[in-house]
T-cell receptor, first 116, second 117 residues
Framework: AQTVTQSQPEMSVQEAETVTLSCTYD???????LFWYKQPPSRQMILVIR??????QNATENRFSVNFQKAAKSFSLKISDSQLGDAAMYFC?????????????FGTGTRLQVTL | GAVVSQHPSRVICKSGTSVKIECRSL??????MFWYRQFPKQSLMLMAT?????????EQGVEKDKFLINHASLTLSTLTVTSAHPEDSSFYIC?????????????FGDGTRLSIL
């Protein structure tokens, strides 16, 4: 079974600064997707960014980018120019590309605080 | 974009009551939907995979007689918490992949906060 580990329960960043959230995972598969989801206090799950395992190039979405190290099974999220609206819980998630089910396995989450 | 609607958003009821939660895909068909449970300050844990026209697949440790799942159409899955007790109080959230391809992202409902008194 796959596992996802987020070793930082809480992180804090000043507005306009950069922060990196860590995520590692364990799998024996070679074909999979990795995701970062944001969950603000409203509890809505918002997709931030996703990475396909067979792509070597790191995904980027505006201020959000990932550092995907497949051999090390690491998938960190970098948030640049942090904004107050970035404050939320961030979950790293894994999805196998094997079989028909596309269920997600989530990490334990990192609570990000953004300070003035 | 693809939208998943989940109702109700909040339920408060007495112990012993059965509670039904609906998850609808509004502008796409979903042969598969997923039900997650999230305790306060914890992660989302998959409870079951809802399959249109067939039985749901439950994760280990989830009581299928307690959490009844029905996926009677391509746009609706329901989760019924039967004879709910205070320990069933939690945040329940559904999701659905927007399409048949394996690269389709999942779209989440806004969740249901269930409180059993």
């Amino acid at each position: 079974a796959q596992t996802v580990t987020q070793s930082q329960p809480e992180m804090s960043v000043q507005e306009a600064e950069t922060v990196t959230l860590s995520c590692t995972y364990d799998t024996s598969e070679s074909d999979y997707y990795l995701f970062w989801y944001k969950q603000p206090p409203s509890r809505q799950m918002i997709l931030v960014i996703r990475q396909e395992a067979y792509k070597q190039q790191n995904a980027t979405e505006n201020r959000f980018s990932v550092n995907f190290q497949k051999a090390a099974k690491s998938f960190s999220l970098k948030i640049s120019d942090s904004q107050l609206g970035d404050a939320a819980m961030y979950f790293c998630a894994y999805r196998s590309n094997t079989g028909t089910a596309s269920k997600l396995t989530f990490g334990t989450g990192t609570r990000l605080q953004v300070t003035l | 974009g693809a939208v998943v609607s989940q109702h109700p958003s909040r339920v408060i009821c007495k112990s012993g009551t059965s509670v039904k939660i609906e998850c609808r895909s509004l502008d796409f068909q979903a042969t598969t939907m997923f039900w997650y449970r999230q305790f306060p300050k914890q992660s989302l844990m998959l409870m079951a995979t809802s399959n249109e026209g067939s039985k749901a697949t439950y994760e280990q440790g989830v009581e299928k007689d307690k959490f009844l799942i029905n996926h009677a159409s391509l746009t609706l899955s329901t989760l019924t918490v039967t004879s709910a007790h205070p320990e069933d109080s939690s945040f329940y959230i559904c999701s659905a992949p927007a399409g048949q391809g394996r690269n389709q992202p999942q779209h989440f409902g806004d969740g249901t906060r269930l409180s059993i008194l």
